[in-house]
């Protein structure tokens, strides 16, 4: 099983609607991270969060340390953010970052 | 703003060349990670260091070899290249994790890599 599980894989929406990315770990860890990489594969850090919940703009980012789970929420979405969005927690052997798989998000206009 | 930068964005190799991979950063950082990105699989740690000439193997190390003379670069070397390399090579730095604490990762735009 792996350690830090994203879903859905891949998202289509309408350009207006609220999203939704899930991210489940397995492992204890001190932060969690959601990044959000645009098709050429430069990689951004949307959030670092250990408790409770961040937003930045139409971005908003909830954990719940006890169900080991984080949400990634975008309202009023865009094509522009359309582009893969990973979600990683420190942990593994050395207590660098475990990256889930990713969610491929579509927005459509 | 903190800046990574990677040599080359897009790369075109042959079997059995030594092919080497730049980074540089230009915030102090203590720790700099090289991964590898491939569909379905995610980021994966190839190396890591966490200060000047000290390296740490990561999750799939095997066929790499990296180099760290100076705190702002860290370089990846593939000794030999084959084509189960080809890959987005992603690398990446942060200011030293205390214990029990955590700090925000850097990425460098990628290069992709193709050995043919």
């Known amino acids: 099983k792996n350690e830090v599980e994203q879903s859905p894989q891949n998202l289509t929406a309408q350009e207006g609607e609220f999203i939704t990315i899930n991210c489940s770990y397995s492992?204890?860890?001190?932060?969690l991270h959601w990044l959000q990489q645009h098709p050429g594969g430069g990689i951004v850090s949307l959030f670092m969060l250990s408790s409770g919940k961040k937003k930045h703009g139409r971005l908003i980012a909830t954990i719940n340390i006890q169900e080991k789970h984080s949400s990634l929420h975008i309202t009023a979405s865009h094509p522009r953010d359309s582009a893969v969005y990973i979600c990683a927690v420190y942990g593994g052997s050395q207590g660098n970052l475990i990256f889930g798989k990713g969610t491929k998000l579509s927005v459509k206009p | 703003d903190v800046k990574v930068t990677q040599s080359s964005r897009y790369l075109v190799k042959r079997t059995g060349e030594k092919v080497f991979l730049e980074c540089v950063q230009d915030?102090?950082?203590?720790?700099m990670f090289w991964y590898r990105q491939d569909p379905g699989l995610g980021l994966r740690l190839i190396y890591f260091s966490y200060d000047v000439k000290m390296k740490e193997k990561g999750d799939i190390p095997e066929g790499y070899s990296v180099s760290r003379e100076k705190k702002e670069r860290f370089s990846l070397i593939l000794e030999s290249a084959s084509t189960n390399q080809t890959s987005m090579y992603l690398c990446?730095?942060?200011?030293?994790?205390?214990?029990?604490?955590?700090?925000?990762?850097?990425f460098g735009p990628g290069t992709r890599l193709t050995v043919t």
């Open positions: 915030m102090d950082h203590e720790n």
């Open positions: 492992v204890g860890i001190s932060a």
């Open positions: 990446a730095s942060s200011l030293a994790r205390l214990s029990g604490g955590s700090y925000e990762q850097y």
